[in-house]
């Protein structure tokens, strides 16, 4: 199973309205659910620690 988490709130990501896309610092995947993504909540890069909107 591969289960996609959203990166900032760690809520399992639905079929629909979730986004994701690489670090800007080291690629890594970042993904952000549309609940995150409406709210601009900012993320935090699971690999390096590296934060944004
Ligand atoms: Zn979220
Ligand atoms: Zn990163």
Redesign the pocket.
């Known amino acids: 199973m591969n289960e996609k988490r959203c990166t900032s709130c760690n809520a399992p990501l639905a079929k629909t309205g979730a986004t994701w896309f690489g ?6 995947q ?1 993904l952000r659910c549309v609940n995150c993504r409406e709210q601009s909540i900012p993320y935090l ?6 934060g944004g909107p």
């Open positions: 670090c800007p610092d080291c690629g890594a970042v890069c699971p690999a390096c620690g590296f």
